[in-house]
């Protein structure tokens, strides 16, 4: 049960390691533009950074990585990692999102303004760090769960909000009405419907690419989980495993929340021999837990 328990450690440890860097690069690359009121080579500084779609997208990405490390923190704490399915397919829209970002830079902004341009300063962070390290974060720490094609289609969504409204403010409004200027330079550079046409399967096209690398991790994963649960409980009395676990947990843990780990319960069920059911597993690691005596310990503490 100690590697169980370190493996679930290193697990949490990795996811949220990976979105505090992230995090915490959007901010910085994000805060230098705020702080930024000047740039004789962009003019969309100070508050007048949230038009851009790079800010925007990693802003997205940086939220949605902050609302995994709460669990990956209660993780650590119960030995329970488990991410819910609407945060990963939230930081898969995120990560979707700063990958366009990324291509758009390094394919189309950098060739025509420089690529010392486009990849310093704040630059530096939005356009290549944060996406990059997001990708990764994404599509080896977060793996816990199989991506779907629907969540491509749902990831497209902050792409063609965007879409919209940039061809709203530039084309319907224009930025003699108070609108924005072309500063993608998609409308000028290019006929009106070629970005339009091209950009949203553009974009499946990265979320597909997203999702077969997240999928293939996650196939590795529950590969090397399952033979490592295999190895270790195919023949074992997967009762007193779990009792011994319920134990462990209730001595370590000290909370008066009790969470029972189905999802490692399942899998142990899953690749042993016995007739054990997970209902009665259950009931066996509350029972003993309950019997450790960490809890009534802390009951008497805290009346």
Known sequence: MDRVMKVTRRQCMLAMVSALVVVVCVCIGVTMNLTTLYDEN???MGLRTFCMFTVNSNILAAASMAMVIP???DGLRKHNYHLPRWIVVLVYAGVTAVALTFLISLLILAPVKGFVLIFTGSRFFLHGVCPILAILAFCFFMSAQKLRFVDSLIALIPVLIYSVLYTVMVVVVGEENGGWNDFYGFF???PMWVPLAAILPLTLLIATGIRALHN???AR????EAEFFREAFADADIRS???AMARMH?????TRDITIPTRIISIMLENNNGDCTLEECCEIYLKEYISSGSVMELEKLWI
Not at 250 to 254: D, E, I, P, S, V
């Open 216 to 218: 293939r991790s996650y």
């Open 71 to 73: 669990y990956t923190l």
């Open 188 to 190: 000028t550079r290019l």
């Open 42 to 44: 962009f003019d969309h």
């Open 241 to 243: 495993v779990v009792a």
């Open 221 to 224: 994963r529950q590969s090397e």
């Open 250 to 254: 209730g001595a370590a843990l000290k």
